[in-house]
């Protein structure tokens, strides 16, 4: 009697066991590798599967949760025997059934006692990775010989056939023409045929008229909006974040059009892959590669986990491990379709996976965060090298202008440069300053700002008034990153006295606010109060254009220095508009005796007195000369050089500008992590740290990236894309081959298309899908290329009518001997509805229409029941440019199976239900649509009789039969030309494929 499965599992071996000395080693050998490769992976552990661990005598005693599952010494008692051995066995579930002589040694085992050794305990084994079918070395296989070679339109068909035969079965007979356009239009386009292309393709004689229509489908920008949408399905793409505050995205579009443009472009496929994963570092000076990260980006990201969460807390580390977890999860998916993810919390239970090879995947993206980043598009892109060809011409004459004012002289001039050479040699002949303590900090630090023409100040409070000899400024030179000499100095500034700390009645000692001042360097800035000024309480620097860092301004100074009366006067206090009071930086840092390098000098030292005043006289001297020469100059060189000036600033804005408008949800880097392994995947439980890496089970390949110099967060990345794009990665190109067929078939020859390890299917022809995968490498990895190999072969071409006796034997068609019939899809149904009403609006690119009511909040509200938005012009462009939104799906698309945002979704659910049948007849926009059908048959025509014909040569791309015109005129006159038209677009004809 055939034992039920929850027996099996819960009475395996659990019966009693022998104790008996009984020889061991037929266990030893063959019973026992068995069950560690088989079974202990998922019997065993703390929660073994039904209770029954099967590691130990000692969980075997303990039984599972029904009872025996083994009677020594009477295999044809024990339930075990019976569950393996059974037609189909019930067990093991994944990786196929055992071999017979697997079955035969536990039969015999049985029959022996079922002697478990004493002391034993079987450990679960990762399966070899060669000895799967997946990590096997791709080699272009041989084509099978076949009896019937009359039928072969393409090598494909050569393994296909040959299944066939071997099974019995013989393929279906070819479609007809209007079949195939409106198959191909849709595989292709994701949209019907017009009436014209269908009957031009019926009626062309020539005997390539399928192929030169598959080329004008491929070729067509069509295209890539079809098999753009399954590639986004597969990323799982959204414009919104998910989770409980689904936040808008409004940046996220770039990465659709990106991947439309890649595939209408027919980018080989490993820049495709290297691009999405790296592409902002290998291809930095092309837009495309920061656009491509949004691959990274696609999936939902934590609000809350991310932004409200408090910095430190185990929470906080659990949203960054389940981020890095999605990134690491999509990316092995997509483009190696195994389940790497699975090996968060221990070894991969089926897949030859260990722990540390998901934690160095970790490692590569432990460096990556989501948001926005500036980019240049096409049209920007074509403008900034327009505005940078302009600055190269502007730069050219700038320095011809400055050639010509350098080149103005005089005997004033030649004395005054004679001068400042005589100073610079007193100064150099002088001794250097005495050995001091080096300095703990830099100085003072302003508040960051966006813009340069920020006004910014500190000021010194002396305590009372006191008579002002000298100010010295000293330029910060931060000790704690790269050496910058005049690190923050104002580009333009002014220095005040005062005797109330509003500086309400300002004293100007220094003004150099009218032009940019020449930065100082490494040399203080001195000022000497004309006689009469000199007595102040307060001494205020303001800057009023900052100095440019990076991508934003400041204003530092290293030590700002009053000497009164001979002497260094104290300061009792330090305030400014703003200021960065971290590090070695700070208000109180600006008057502690250090100058961002050492301590300043003594001015008790008669040298360091000496040297105060050569240095005065140097500054003096050369401002002299500076002055003197510019009022030299030709007035037209001076002007020229001012209006340049100001022409290449207007030209920098211009630039800054457009890298603020282009912005895309992508990729941002920054300080890569510490990665740990972790115990049962707990934050709380760090392990070994680990770098990055991936994954150690393909032949060929070097998984340690820390071996290779992958250590800053962009070198990581890279040698990721490198590693999944190299030829030598046999899943890569399995993966996407299979990928490609499941597109055109509705099933891959893989139906697991994410999953190619030990707990997914087997590939239903193996051979097929190598000799997939090696013409894709052999012929310049163009994905065109083997669609066109695909839908040109007679399998591709048959009829998808049904036969009896070879359903009998092969239901579900998994030997392809006629096509699969489909139904379209969401974004199909959609947009079909759209082009046959003459409604669609083709515009490609940009930010996705918006069919719901927004209101921004807390959570925020999508309502797509708002008709303002719902009958907008805008919604009627192609599904693909949707903005699509997590939380709140589209009711009418999801009740087309519309495919969910929230995971990555290889393979979309295909049903049929009474709520899609409702939804076809009664939502909004199938009223709204059959409504402008029949506007559109009005137009063409007066005739009721042949706005019918029209009617089925638009929506089914047929004449109708006699009967069927009679039937749908009558009921167009009876109800409406708009109700005859819902009725056509609610048809089985319309809704499936073929």
Same mark, same amino acid.
């Given at each position: 009697?055939?034992?039920?499965?929850?027996?099996?599992?819960?009475?395996?071996?659990?019966?009693?066991?022998?104790?008996?000395?009984?020889?061991?080693?037929?266990?030893?050998?063959?019973?026992?590798?068995?069950?560690?490769?088989?079974?202990?992976?998922?019997?065993?552990?703390?929660?073994?599967?039904?209770?029954?661990?099967?590691?130990?005598?000692?969980?075997?005693?303990?039984?599972?949760?029904?009872?025996?599952?083994?009677?020594?010494?009477?295999?044809?008692?024990?339930?075990?025997?019976?569950?393996?051995?059974?037609?189909?066995?019930?067990?093991?579930?994944?990786?196929?059934?055992?071999?017979?002589?697997?079955?035969?040694?536990?039969?015999?085992?049985?029959?022996?006692?079922?002697?478990?050794?004493?002391?034993?305990?079987?450990?679960?084994?990762?399966?070899?990775?060669?000895?799967?079918?997946?990590?096997?070395?791709?080699?272009?296989?041989?084509?099978?010989?076949?009896?019937?070679?009359?039928?072969?339109?393409?090598?494909?068909?050569?393994?296909?056939?040959?299944?066939?035969?071997?099974?019995?079965?013989?393929?279906?007979?070819?479609?007809?023409?209007?079949?195939?356009?409106?198959?191909?239009?849709?595989?292709?386009?994701?949209?019907?045929?017009?009436?014209?292309?269908?009957?031009?393709?019926?009626?062309?004689?020539?005997?390539?008229?399928?192929?030169?229509?598959?080329?004008?489908?491929?070729?067509?920008?069509?295209?890539?909006?079809?098999?753009?949408?399954?590639?986004?399905?597969?990323?799982?793409?959204?414009?919104?974040?998910?989770?409980?505050?689904?936040?808008?995205?409004?940046?996220?579009?770039?990465?659709?059009?990106?991947?439309?443009?890649?595939?209408?472009?027919?980018?080989?496929?490993?820049?495709?892959?290297?691009?999405?994963?790296?592409?902002?570092?290998?291809?930095?000076?092309?837009?495309?590669?920061?656009?491509?990260?949004?691959?990274?980006?696609?999936?939902?990201?934590?609000?809350?986990?991310?932004?409200?969460?408090?910095?430190?807390?185990?929470?906080?580390?659990?949203?960054?491990?389940?981020?890095?977890?999605?990134?690491?999860?999509?990316?092995?998916?997509?483009?190696?379709?195994?389940?790497?993810?699975?090996?968060?919390?221990?070894?991969?239970?089926?897949?030859?996976?260990?722990?540390?090879?998901?934690?160095?995947?970790?490692?590569?993206?432990?460096?990556?965060?989501?948001?926005?980043?500036?980019?240049?598009?096409?049209?920007?892109?074509?403008?900034?090298?327009?505005?940078?060809?302009?600055?190269?011409?502007?730069?050219?004459?700038?320095?011809?202008?400055?050639?010509?004012?350098?080149?103005?002289?005089?005997?004033?001039?030649?004395?005054?440069?004679?001068?400042?050479?005589?100073?610079?040699?007193?100064?150099?002949?002088?001794?250097?300053?005495?050995?001091?303590?080096?300095?703990?900090?830099?100085?003072?630090?302003?508040?960051?700002?966006?813009?340069?023409?920020?006004?910014?100040?500190?000021?010194?409070?002396?305590?009372?008034?006191?008579?002002?000899?000298?100010?010295?400024?000293?330029?910060?030179?931060?000790?704690?990153?790269?050496?910058?000499?005049?690190?923050?100095?104002?580009?333009?500034?002014?220095?005040?006295?005062?005797?109330?700390?509003?500086?309400?009645?300002?004293?100007?000692?220094?003004?150099?606010?009218?032009?940019?001042?020449?930065?100082?360097?490494?040399?203080?800035?001195?000022?000497?109060?004309?006689?009469?000024?000199?007595?102040?309480?307060?001494?205020?620097?303001?800057?009023?254009?900052?100095?440019?860092?990076?991508?934003?301004?400041?204003? !530092? %100074?290293? *030590?700002?220095? +009053?000497?009164?009366?001979? #002497?260094?006067?104290?300061?009792?206090? $330090? /305030?400014? @508009?703003?200021?960065?009071?971290?590090?070695?930086?700070?208000?109180?840092?600006?008057?502690?005796?250090?100058?961002?390098?050492?301590?300043?000098?003594?001015?008790?030292?008669?040298?360091?007195?000496?040297?105060?005043?050569?240095?005065?006289?140097?500054?003096?001297?050369?401002?002299?000369?500076? !002055? %003197?020469? *510019?009022?030299? +100059?030709?007035?037209?060189? #001076?002007?020229?050089?001012?209006?340049? $000036? /100001?022409? @290449?600033?207007?030209?920098?804005?211009?630039?800054?500008?457009?890298?603020?408008?282009?912005?895309?949800?992508?990729?941002?880097?920054?300080?890569?992590?510490?990665?740990?392994?972790?115990?049962?995947?707990?934050?709380?439980?760090?392990?070994?740290?680990?770098?990055?890496?991936?994954?150690?089970?393909?032949?060929?390949?070097?998984?340690?990236?820390?071996?290779?110099?992958?250590?800053?967060?962009?070198?990581?990345?890279?040698?990721?894309?490198?590693?999944?794009?190299?030829?030598?990665?046999?899943?890569?190109?399995?993966?996407?081959?299979?990928?490609?067929?499941?597109?055109?078939?509705?099933?891959?020859?893989?139906?697991?298309?994410?999953?190619?390890?030990?707990?997914?299917?087997?590939?239903?022809?193996?051979?097929?899908?190598?000799?997939?995968?090696?013409?894709?490498?052999?012929?310049?990895?163009?994905?065109?290329?083997?669609?066109?190999?695909?839908?040109?072969?007679?399998?591709?071409?048959?009829?998808?009518?049904?036969?009896?006796?070879?359903?009998?034997?092969?239901?579900?068609?998994?030997?392809?001997?006629?096509?699969?019939?489909?139904?379209?899809?969401?974004?199909?149904?959609?947009?079909?509805?759209?082009?046959?009403?003459?409604?669609?609006?083709?515009?490609?690119?940009?930010?996705?229409?918006?069919?719901?009511?927004?209101?921004?909040?807390?959570?925020?509200?999508?309502?797509?029941?708002?008709?303002?938005?719902?009958?907008?012009?805008?919604?009627?462009?192609?599904?693909?440019?949707?903005?699509?939104?997590?939380?709140?799906?589209?009711?009418?698309?999801?009740?087309?199976?519309?495919?969910?945002?929230?995971?990555?979704?290889?393979?979309?659910?295909?049903?049929?239900?009474?709520?899609?049948?409702?939804?076809?007849?009664?939502?909004?926009?199938?009223?709204?649509?059959?409504?402008?059908?029949?506007?559109?048959?009005?137009?063409?025509?007066?005739?009721?009789?042949?706005?019918?014909?029209?009617?089925?040569?638009?929506?089914?791309?047929?004449?109708?039969?006699?009967?069927?015109?009679?039937?749908?005129?009558?009921?167009?006159?009876?109800?409406?030309?708009?109700?005859?038209?819902?009725?056509?677009?609610?048809?089985?004809?319309?809704?499936?494929?073929?």
């Amino acid at each position: 009697m055939k034992k039920c499965l929850v027996a099996f599992l819960g009475g395996l071996l659990a019966g009693p066991v022998a104790a008996i000395g009984a020889d061991d080693r037929l266990f030893r050998e063959q019973v026992a590798p068995m069950l560690e490769a088989r079974c202990v992976g998922c019997h065993s552990g703390p929660s073994p599967k039904a209770k029954l661990s099967l590691a130990t005598a000692k969980g075997l005693e303990a039984g599972g949760e029904s009872g025996a599952a083994v009677v020594p010494g009477r295999p044809e008692e024990s339930l075990l025997l019976d569950s393996i051995s059974g037609e189909p066995p019930e067990m093991p579930k994944t990786g196929g059934p055992l071999e017979p002589a697997q079955v035969a040694s536990v039969r015999a085992w049985i029959a022996q006692g079922a002697h478990w050794p004493e002391g034993l305990t079987l450990q679960a084994r990762r399966p070899e990775a060669g000895a799967w079918w997946a990590f096997r070395p791709l080699v272009r296989p041989k084509l099978p010989m076949i009896v019937r070679q009359d039928w072969l339109r393409t090598p494909i068909d050569a393994f296909i056939l040959s299944r066939l035969e071997e099974k019995g079965l013989v393929p279906s007979p070819e479609a007809d023409r209007r079949t195939l356009i409106r198959r191909l239009t849709f595989d292709l386009h994701g949209l019907p045929p017009t009436p014209q292309e269908a009957d031009d393709f019926v009626g062309d004689p020539r005997p390539d008229a399928y192929e030169r229509l598959v080329d004008r489908l491929l070729a067509s920008p069509r295209y890539g909006e079809r098999w753009g949408r399954h590639w986004l399905d597969v990323v799982h793409y959204g414009d919104t974040h998910g989770y409980d505050k689904d936040k808008r995205r409004d940046h996220a579009w770039p990465y659709r059009d990106y991947v439309i443009q890649s595939l209408n472009d027919d980018v080989p496929y490993a820049r495709f892959i290297q691009e999405q994963i790296a592409g902002d570092v290998l291809w930095p000076g092309d837009p495309r590669g920061v656009i491509a990260t949004g691959f990274v980006a696609a999936g939902p990201w934590d609000f809350v986990g991310h932004i409200e969460l408090r910095e430190g807390t185990v929470d906080k580390e659990k949203a960054r491990l389940n981020d890095r977890d999605d990134m690491l999860a999509s990316t092995m998916s997509t483009f190696q379709s195994l389940t790497v993810h699975c090996a968060r919390c221990h070894d991969h239970k089926f897949d030859p996976i260990p722990q540390k090879d998901y934690y160095r995947l970790q490692a590569v993206f432990a460096g990556v965060e989501r948001g926005e980043r500036p980019f240049l598009g096409r049209e920007s892109a074509a403008k900034r090298a327009a505005i940078e060809a302009s600055k190269e011409d502007l730069t050219a004459r700038l320095a011809s202008l400055k050639a010509k004012a350098d080149a103005t002289t005089s005997p004033e001039l030649v004395q005054l440069d004679d001068e400042l050479g005589m100073l610079r040699g007193q100064l150099a002949a002088l001794p250097g300053p005495k050995s001091s303590a080096l300095s703990p900090s830099n100085g003072y630090h302003s508040g960051i700002a966006p813009t340069p023409d920020v006004v910014k100040w500190v000021q010194v409070d002396l305590g009372r008034a006191v008579p002002i000899d000298e100010v010295r400024l000293f330029p910060a030179r931060p000790t704690d990153f790269a050496d910058t000499p005049g690190f923050g100095f104002p580009v333009r500034f002014r220095v005040e006295l005062a005797d109330e700390p509003t500086f309400a009645r300002p004293v100007v000692i220094v003004d150099q606010s009218m032009a940019d001042f020449t930065n100082p360097g490494l040399v203080p800035y001195l000022v000497r109060p004309r006689p009469g000024q000199a007595s102040a309480r307060f001494l205020r620097v303001t800057a009023s254009r900052l100095w440019k860092r990076t991508d934003d301004y400041v204003f !530092a %100074l290293g *030590e700002l220095d +009053v000497i009164s009366e001979g #002497r260094r006067a104290s300061v009792a206090a $330090v /305030t400014a @508009l703003d200021s960065i009071e971290a590090g070695r930086w700070g208000r109180a840092r600006l008057v502690d005796g250090f100058n961002s390098r050492t301590s300043l000098e003594d001015l008790a030292d008669p040298v360091a007195r000496e040297r105060l005043a050569l240095q005065y006289q140097l500054q003096e001297t050369r401002s002299r000369y500076e !002055a %003197l020469k *510019e009022s030299q +100059v030709d007035t037209g060189i #001076r002007d020229g050089i001012d209006r340049t $000036v /100001t022409e @290449l600033s207007a030209l920098d804005g211009q630039v800054k500008a457009l890298l603020a408008a282009d912005q895309v949800y992508a990729v941002v880097a920054r300080t890569p992590r510490t990665i740990h392994l972790l115990n049962r995947g707990d934050v709380e439980q760090p392990g070994e740290v680990l770098g990055p890496g991936a994954l150690s089970c393909l032949a060929g390949l070097d998984s340690d990236f820390s071996a290779t110099g992958a250590k800053d967060e962009g070198a990581r990345r890279v040698a990721l894309a490198e590693w999944i794009g190299n030829v030598r990665n046999v899943l890569t190109w399995r993966s996407i081959a299979n990928r490609l067929w499941h597109g055109h078939f509705g099933r891959g020859l893989v139906d697991t298309p994410n999953d190619f390890g030990r707990n997914g299917s087997t590939p239903s022809h193996p051979e097929l899908l190598d000799w997939l995968a090696t013409e894709l490498l052999d012929n310049g990895q163009s994905l065109k290329g083997l669609h066109r190999a695909i839908v040109c072969s007679a399998t591709y071409r048959q009829s998808s009518r049904h036969e009896p006796n070879a359903a009998a034997q092969d239901g579900d068609n998994r030997w392809l001997w006629r096509m699969n019939r489909t139904k379209l899809d969401a974004e199909s149904l959609r947009d079909g509805v759209l082009a046959v009403s003459g409604t669609l609006d083709s515009k490609m690119g940009g930010p996705g229409f918006e069919p719901f009511r927004f209101k921004d909040d807390h959570s925020p509200i999508y309502d797509h029941g708002d008709p303002a938005r719902t009958d907008s012009p805008e919604t009627r462009r192609r599904t693909v440019y949707r903005f699509i939104v997590r939380s709140v799906p589209h009711p009418f698309l999801e009740s087309l199976d519309c495919a969910d945002p929230n995971i990555n979704t290889p393979v979309r659910a295909a049903t049929i239900s009474p709520l899609q049948a409702l939804a076809l007849l009664n939502d909004r926009f199938m009223i709204q649509q059959s409504r402008a059908f029949a506007h559109r048959l009005e137009a063409l025509s007066d005739d009721p009789v042949r706005r019918i014909d029209e009617a089925y040569h638009l929506a089914l791309g047929r004449p109708p039969r006699l009967e069927e015109r009679e039937v749908l005129a009558a009921f167009a006159t009876k109800h409406g030309l708009a109700n005859a038209c819902r009725l056509l677009l609610n048809t089985n004809e319309f809704v499936f494929v073929d």
